[in-house]
Structure formats: C-alpha cells, structure tokens
C-alpha cells in the first residue's frame, strides 16, 4: 500500500512539473505600464480619413483611453475628458479615445450625443486593447513624448482636475514626474 501511494505521488510531482515547464515555456508579453514603449498600432477614426498611428504622434503626450458604450463610469468621464481636450489640445496634448465597441454605429451615436471632438479612435476586435494589456473599461495610459508610458489609470477619472492638468503640463514642458506624483495623479 505504501509503496503504490508512493508511486502515486511521485506521478502528481511529475505532472505538476511537467504541466510548470509547459506553462513556463509560451511566450508571456512582458507587462506594459509605467517606463514602457507604448506599443505601437494605427486605427481606424470614427471620423474617417487615414488610419491614425501612435508614432505619428511622438513629440506629443498622448493620453490613450480604452472605453466602451456600455460601459458607465466610461460615459461618466467623457465631459471630463472633453474639458481636458478643449484645454490642453493647442500645447502638444492629444487624446485618443479607442472604442472597444464591435459596431461603429452605436459609437457614432455616443459621440454626437454627448457632442464629443476629440479623436475616437476603433478597435472591434481589441487587439490594440489586448497589446496594452487592457482588460477593464474605462482603461487610461498616459504617454510621454517619446512614446513612453508614464501612467496607468484604471477606471473613470475627472480628467479636468487640477492634478491631472498639472501633470500633463508638466509632461509637455519635459519635465519627468516626480516620485511623488507617480503614484497620485
């Protein structure tokens, strides 16, 4: 009996190591947030026109937003979102709001509902959101101008807050965020 147990065990620690290497062995992405390149990608715009691409950007601080129609907190925060835009968008800001949505259409409508004029970007099939490791919506990454993340903010923002303005402001005038504001704004 002992011995069966025995042989028992030793085909679970075989399994379970066999079952590790496997696991250990695929191609995990490396994380991407704060002190990463921002991956690269270029979507359609709801506006039409070219597709837009990220290093078209460079020398901007892009702010990315991943958001959905039906998400709330992702509605919640679009005025918020649009008063940024509005301030910022003449002193080397941009904001690309990618839409999750599988259908243009509902976006569309979102858009001239709450008369929205920044930039909305399409991702039916999330690969972009998927290469940015996004998972939940309202999703935020902000990127400095040599396309390097320098926040990852997860859920809906009052993006117009004077902490958030701040740190923008700070980006475009190069200057690299403090410690302190790492973890706040």
């Known amino acids: 009996m002992a011995d069966r147990l025995g042989f028992v065990w030793v085909g679970l620690v075989l399994v379970a190591a066999a079952g590790f290497a496997l696991l250990a062995s695929q191609d995990t992405p490396d994380p991407v947030g704060r002190g990463t390149r921002a991956p690269a990608f270029a979507l359609e715009s709801l506006a039409g026109g070219p597709p837009v ?5 460079r020398g901007k601080v892009v702010l990315i937003n991943f958001w959905a129609t039906w998400c709330e907190p992702c509605e919640a925060e679009m ?4 008063r940024l835009y509005r301030e910022l968008r003449d002193e080397g800001f941009e904001l690309l709001a ?3 949505d599988g259908d243009a259409e509902p976006v569309r409508a979102f858009q001239r509902r709450l008369a929205l004029v920044f930039p909305i970007l399409l991702d039916p099939g999330q690969q972009v959101a998927e290469a940015y490791q ?6 935020s ?3 400095d101008q040599q396309g390097v ?10 993006w117009d807050a004077s902490a958030y303005l701040e740190r923008i402001r700070r980006l475009l005038r190069g200057a690299v965020p403090s410690a302190a504001t790492q973890g706040g704004a």
């Open 79 to 82: 005025p918020a979102m649009q």
């Open 53 to 57: 691409e990220l290093a078209d950007l």
């Open 134 to 139: 996004t998972f939940r919506f309202p999703e």
């Open 98 to 100: 990618v839409s999750v």
């Open 141 to 143: 990454l902000l990127v």
């Open 149 to 158: 993340i320098v926040e990852r903010y997860i859920g809906g923002k009052e």
